[in-house]
């Protein structure tokens, strides 16, 4: 009762932040930009990025807009494993931006080296350089290496994790349907913090659900870096359901993490010394922010993830530099592209904001994870969040999550909510 009353007002303030910026500062900002307009540069056109292109589109006459992204064809995270489970073609999740939709944008297609935070310029490939007044990142995630020996995440051709754009979702598909009956895959998945929390458990759901149909007597068990993992119990009582005795967890606690791989005789080792064998070992990485802030020097080493401003979203220690989705720490709020969605939002508004000398907007933000255990039956988790009183974090308000004991018809409905999310997100921001 007390969430719902919260959750109402929540998204009422969120409304109203939205239509503030529509309509008075749209219309300061083209006043003040009749002679010399701001130069805003864009890295990255996946979700977080183009959320703020989709906002920023709004002024693209008073405003320059420059967005370099290193693919033209983006490929979302959102619905990719009921790709990798055969549910979905590629295409359902592969899209280019219509450029008629961003009329006074300029977009380049190339990969950014390296940031110049004093000389405010970036460096893509052939020794090109664009400058900017403020520029907004939104470039994923980055993947640590020696975590596991002998696994190297940047060999995607080798072992395609499918974390991101640009891994080989295809090569992995080949590899399950070369799989023979009563085939054993390991799925390692990573410590926090991590993109899309409950991705590594779908993705097991989803291909249990394959292997189900195509390979039978097969199992799969999955490595754990974790002692627990978000929406554990409706994933159990799913996993009970429909693939009793295909899948088995394995908690860190209880020899989850893998430290060591041997490609050739495809054994992992865990953290206790037992060595175990399988016909396909599948890693999702431990990660960290892009490359491109180490690359950059914008980000220490020994961080793995961007600090903020969590009204500004500019990065601490910085000025005009701006970053958002999977690359920063946002403390309560896990990555994902929901998360992204919303804070780009906020970014774009107080961005604007900054621009014409105006107070900044208090920030409230939403996220919705939805997870599916098999065709047409999903369920999902739901918070909303804002800043805490001092104003240098993002804190939950509350959350609320699908029953384990939700009927056949609700599990139902939250799969066509999970795809009305999805097509209302990608058609707002591609087409
Ligand atoms: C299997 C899986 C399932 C998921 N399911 C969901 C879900 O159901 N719901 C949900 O909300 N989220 C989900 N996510 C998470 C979601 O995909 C990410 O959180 C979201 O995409 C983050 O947005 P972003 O803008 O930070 O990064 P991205 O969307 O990854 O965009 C980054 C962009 O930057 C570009 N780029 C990177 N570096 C450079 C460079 N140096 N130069 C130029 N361009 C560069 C990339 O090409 C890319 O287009 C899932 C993720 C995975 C892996």
Redesign the pocket.
């Known amino acids: 009762m007390n969430s719902k009353i919260n959750r109402r007002k929540f998204l009422s303030n969120l409304a109203s932040g939205l239509t503030f910026f529509t309509l008075s500062n749209l219309f300061l900002l083209k006043r003040l930009n009749a002679k010399s307009k701001p130069k805003v540069l864009i890295?990255?056109?996946?979700?977080?990025?183009l959320t703020c292109l989709s906002y920023l589109n709004k002024i693209s006459d008073a405003i320059d807009i420059i967005v370099?992204?290193?693919?033209k064809s983006?490929r979302?995270?959102?619905?990719?494993?009921l790709v990798l489970g055969g549910i979905l073609s590629e295409e359902k999740i592969t899209f280019t931006i219509d450029p008629k939709k961003y009329r006074n944008v300029k977009f380049v297609y190339?990969?950014?080296?390296y940031i110049d935070s004093d000389k405010k310029f970036v460096k893509v490939s052939g020794d090109v350089s664009v400058n900017f007044d403020f520029i907004i990142l939104?470039?994923?995630?980055g993947y640590k290496e020696n975590i596991i020996e002998g696994y190297n995440p940047n060999n995607t051709e080798l072992l395609p994790h499918?974390?991101?754009?640009?891994s080989n979702l295809k090569k992995f598909k080949k590899q399950l349907n070369d799989l023979d009956r009563n085939s054993k895959i390991i799925i390692s998945s990573p410590d926090y913090p991590y993109?899309?929390p409950p991705?590594p458990y779908?993705?097991a759901s989803l291909i249990a659900n394959y292997l189900k149909k195509k390979k039978n007597n097969s199992k799969i068990l999955i490595f754990d870096s974790k002692n627990s993992f978000t929406k554990q119990e409706n994933f159990f009582k799913e996993w009970n359901l429909y693939y009793n005795n295909i899948i088995e967890w394995i908690p860190r606690k209880k020899g989850g993490r893998i430290i060591k791989y041997d490609h050739q005789n495809k054994i992992i080792k865990n953290e206790q010394g037992n060595k175990v064998k399988a016909d396909l070992i599948h890693f999702i990485p431990d990660q960290k922010a892009?490359?491109?802030f180490f690359d950059s020097g914008v980000l220490d080493k020994k961080n793995d993830w961007c600090e903020i401003n969590p009204t500004t979203f500019e990065l601490k220690g910085f000025d005009d530099i701006f970053v958002?989705?999977?690359?920063i720490n946002a403390w309560d709020m896990p990555?994902?592209?929901?998360?992204?969605n919303s804070q780009a939002k906020v970014l774009a508004i107080n961005l604007i904001n900054k621009i014409l000398g105006r107070k900044f907007v208090d920030p409230v933000f939403l996220?919705t994870?939805?997870?599916f255990s098999k065709e047409n039956r999903a369920f999902s988790i739901t918070a909303w969040y804002r800043l805490n009183t001092s104003k240098d974090r993002i804190v939950s308000l509350g959350s609320s999550q699908s029953s384990i004991n939700s009927s056949h018809i609700d599990r139902n409905q939250e799969a066509s909510h999970?795809f009305g999310w999805f097509n209302t997100m990608v058609n707002d921001l591609f087409l």
Request: aromatic share 6%.
């Open positions: 890295i990255g056109s996946g979700i977080g990025g370099i992204d290193k693919n983006i979302t995270g959102p619905l990719s494993n190339d990969e950014v080296k939104s470039p994923g995630i499918c974390w991101d754009g640009d993109r899309c991705a779908e993705r892009s490359n491109i958002l989705g999977d690359s990555k994902s592209a929901f998360s992204a996220n994870c939805y997870s999970a």
